[in-house]
């Protein structure tokens, strides 16, 4: 399940996406993302660190994306914040395999592994070919739903 802070985070990032290279303050990004302030900029930071966002500080500091936003993936932005998309350690790609803690010793006798690996590609496949570009240039209510 997405957490709230991967929701923000998504939301957030969108809504800079959508000034076309403009800085918003942390103030005006969680007024537009309705995220709470000191939430918002702890994830902020989180980002930054990643290399999602850039922060300038001063009167005139604000945040804005690092790269393009057709370059950044809905996956990379949840892998940030919430970690590996798969459903279980041992169908994760980015961790190699990694047995489940109730696993038995013989991965290929893990009679939930194979449904787990298909559920991780497909989502996978989903967010990695769903761009901050795509969300920001999409009005629809049901995506901006999908993301609440």
């Known amino acids: ?3 709230q802070k991967a ?3 998504l939301r957030a990032l969108v809504e800079l ?3 076309g290279g403009e800085q918003l303050t942390s103030g005006e990004l969680s007024t537009r993302a309705d995220a709470p302030r000191k939430f918002l900029e702890a994830i902020l930071l989180e980002l930054s660190r990643n290399k999602l966002v850039i922060s300038r500080r001063g009167k005139f500091g ?8 057709g370059e950044i993936s809905f996956a990379e932005v949840i892998r940030v914040i919430d970690g590996p998309l798969a459903l279980a350690p041992c169908v994760s790609p980015r961790l190699g ?9 013989d991965p290929a006798l893990c009679s939930l592994r194979e449904a787990l690996r298909r559920a991780r590609d497909a989502t996978a496949e989903v967010l990695e070919g769903y761009t901050l570009s795509d969300a920001a240039n999409s009005r629809s209510p049901a995506l901006l739903q999908a993301i609440d």
């Open 62 to 69: 604000g945040y804005v994306l690092a790269r393009p936003a």
């Open 7 to 9: 929701r923000y985070a």
């Open 97 to 105: 395999f990694r047995k489940c803690d109730d696993c038995p010793d």
């Open 1 to 3: 399940m997405l957490s």
């Open 17 to 19: 996406a959508r000034t």
